[in-house]
């Protein structure tokens, strides 16, 4: 047994999901930008091998591109949704507009680029000295020495 669905019950549901699906191509880049940067931070500021150095970078490179691909997916799938919408609304279809795709494109294009440059020779980009050994404790306080408090 089918039960019919009312055209304006399915309007709806589109809308909401095209809402839905904006949001997270505008939330995406901004999630892996901020991955790239945190493995670039911990990359330049923590003590680590050249090797470990090098397998952030090439992540962060790898993830941008990967991110690449991800956009333009979600791209085509809210340009279905579009055009379903636009299907109920008695209108024609768009042609595609790929604009900040593209832009976000190429920013996470060259943020790649520079990961990979980066991860061929970390030493060359990166002046804090790669780890030569375990790090030595802290000094710590002879027992019943008075603590400052500051």
């Known amino acids: 047994m089918t039960i019919p669905v009312d055209d304006a019950v ?26 790239t940067g945190g493995l670039w931070f911990a990359v330049a500021s923590f003590d680590m091998s050249t090797g470990a150095r090098s397998m952030l970078l090439i992540f962060a490179g790898l993830a941008n591109l990967i991110m690449i691909g991800a956009l333009l997916r979600l791209r085509l799938v809210m340009q279905s949704v579009l055009n379903d919408i636009r299907k109920l609304d008695n209108l024609h279809k768009i042609k ?5 795709v593209i832009l976000f494109s190429l ?12 991860g061929a020779c970390p030493a060359k980009y990166f002046t ?3 780890a030569s050994g375990p790090v030595p404790p802290a000094p710590r306080a002879p027992p019943g020495a008075p603590v400052k408090v500051q």
């Open 107 to 118: 920013l996470l294009l060259m943020a790649a680029i520079g990961s990979f440059v980066a």
């Open 96 to 100: 595609f507009d790929f604009t900040i």
């Open 128 to 130: 804090k000295g790669a």
């Open 10 to 35: 399915i309007y709806d549901q589109r809308c909401q999901d095209f809402r839905s699906l904006n949001g997270f191509l505008w939330q995406s880049p901004l999630i892996i930008m901020t991955l």
